[in-house]
């Protein structure tokens, strides 16, 4: 199929690049490189020996989006171009809102002028909030929690509709649990530009030097050693659930929502021992207070993923741990060291 991939250059997207080249997919990235740098798509290229093509484009902007719709004609969009700190989103929520919900729109009018009915859609676990019971299946009510969450669940509903009035349209919308780990290469993972937010990448920079100690955020939750539990999933597992998703939204109309987890929880401590495992590295950390809003555990059901899209998890904890250290370690400023 002709795929075009927004936010290719990301974390998510790159990984997921390699994968559609390995299916065979023809893929055009869409980037405004906000979160990125066109170094992640020149080690793409490497990675599958042909040039990745891109554009430069933000997706809110509708005749630049219109004019790389209209040139390459894609079968399937997949859309990862969004803002997804969920700090960030509650000092800056217009923006948020602007880039993951006008950002959205945007595209899907671009999609509607040249016929394309297909779009697999980066969606999250944080839709659902405070869990009422666990694991969270996609029954689960929706009450987001902070801004970030709401962008992404206003973005189902207007995909939802969009799919309901469009005839044979089709939109997968993917819920990721936590998504961490590198590429088999070590050439590709996630480089936060600033302080990391999320745990995994935290610790890394923690083993590699970069700072001092962890922070754990609270001890006193009802897991079995008082730290959060989070269902981590490795991001290679993540892109192989989009060619999944891809083949399915060729076979199907309407949306549908999909979890995409391991259904397996390791706590905050569990994290760090496997790391410092992986690593061979001390992890320092110290306990501090709990995060607002952050809640005890978070677990995915993903059997509709296992059942619907013929996909499974396949890496395991130490693979997550031992990538990440493998990327953190041979590139310690991430992709600014290149390019
Ligand atoms: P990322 O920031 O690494 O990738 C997003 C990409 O989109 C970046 O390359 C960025 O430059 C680009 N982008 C941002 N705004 C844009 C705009 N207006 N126009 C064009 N491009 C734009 O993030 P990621 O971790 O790869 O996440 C990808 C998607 O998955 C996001 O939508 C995110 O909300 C969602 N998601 C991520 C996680 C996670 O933990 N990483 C969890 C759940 C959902
Ligand atoms: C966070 C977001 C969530 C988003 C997800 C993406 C918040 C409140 N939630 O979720 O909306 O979908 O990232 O992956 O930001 N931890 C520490 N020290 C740290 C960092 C994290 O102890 O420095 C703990 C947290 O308290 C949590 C676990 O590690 O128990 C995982 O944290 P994180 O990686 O931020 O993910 P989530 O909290 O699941």
Sequence with gaps: ???????????????????????????????????????????????????????????????????????????????????KAVGESSVIPLRYYDVNISGTLSLLDAMDKVGCKRIVFS???????????????????????NVYGQTKHMAEQVLRDWAAATPEASAVLLRYFNPVGAHVSARLGEDPSDIPNNLMPFVAQ???????????????????????????????????????????????????????????????LEMVEAFARASGRDIPFEIVARRPGDIARSLAAPDKANKLLNWHAEKTLDDMCASTWAWQSQNPNGFREEG
């Design 123 to 145: 969606s999250s676990a944080t839709v659902y909030g405070l869990p009422q019971y666990l694991p969270f299946d996609e029954d689960h009510p929706c009450a987001p929690t």
């Design 1 to 83: 199929m002709r795929v075009l991939v927004t936010g290719g250059a990301g974390y998510i997207g790159s990984h997921t690049l390699i994968e559609l080249r390995a299916q065979g997919h023809e893929v055009f990235v869409v980037d405004s490189f906000d979160n990125s740098s066109p170094e992640v798509l020149a080690r793409v290229s490497e990675l599958t020996q042909a040039t990745v093509p891109f554009a430069e484009v933000d997706i809110r902007d509708r005749a630049a989006l219109g004019d790389v719709m209209a040139a390459f004609r894609p079968d399937a969009v997949i859309h990862f171009a969004g803002l």
């Design 206 to 268: 923690v083993a590699v030097g970069r700072r001092e100690k962890l922070s754990v955020f609270g001890d006193d939750y009802d897991t079995p050693d008082g730290t959060g539990v989070r269902d981590y999933i490795h991001v290679s597992d993540l892109a192989r659930a989009h060619t999944a998703a891809l083949r399915f939204a060729n076979g199907s109309i309407g949306a549908e929502a999909i979890n995409v987890g391991t259904g397996q929880g390791y706590s905050v």
